[in-house]
Nanobody, 125 residues
Framework: QEQLVESGGGLVQAGGSLRLSCAAS????????MGWFRQAPGKEREFVAGISWNGGSTYYADSVKGRFTISRGNAKNTVYLQMNNLKPEDTAVYYC??????????????????WGQGTQVTVSS
């Protein structure tokens, strides 16, 4: 059974850092594009960052560009999101996702077939 499991969320002060991890199992996600999305209370789930299957291309929402970095582990079945200079508006549940499409639209959540359960990130001011 395919499974994505996020970890690393928590409470941090503004200006601090967190590193989220997403461990994939149950199939070979190493050939899939991966993404991070987030959802704040009362808001739509939005794209945060994405990475191509081989790690050669990365994509970011404008709101996190320059502060967040997405990367893949050596086995390609693990994806990380390094979040620096966190702001209160980054507070949300963060979800890891995987796309099995040959040419995925990285920023579109409709392109992702597999989702984790989410991890809470809370940034205090």
């Amino acid at each position: 059974q395919e499974q994505l499991v996020e970890s690393g969320g928590g409470l941090v002060q503004a200006g601090g850092s967190l590193r989220l991890s997403c461990a994939a199992s149950g199939r070979t996600f190493s050939s899939y594009a991966m993404g991070w999305f987030r959802q704040a209370p009362g808001k739509e789930r939005e794209f945060v960052a994405g990475i191509s299957w081989n790690g050669g291309s990365t994509y970011y929402a404008d709101s996190v560009k320059g502060r967040f970095t997405i990367s893949r582990g050596n086995a390609k079945n693990t994806v990380y999101l390094q979040m620096n200079n966190l702001k209160p508006e980054d507070t949300a549940v963060y979800y890891c996702a995987a796309s099995d499409r040959e040419f995925p639209v990285i920023r579109s959540r409709d392109n992702y077939a597999y989702w984790g359960q989410g991890t809470q990130v809370t940034v205090s001011s």
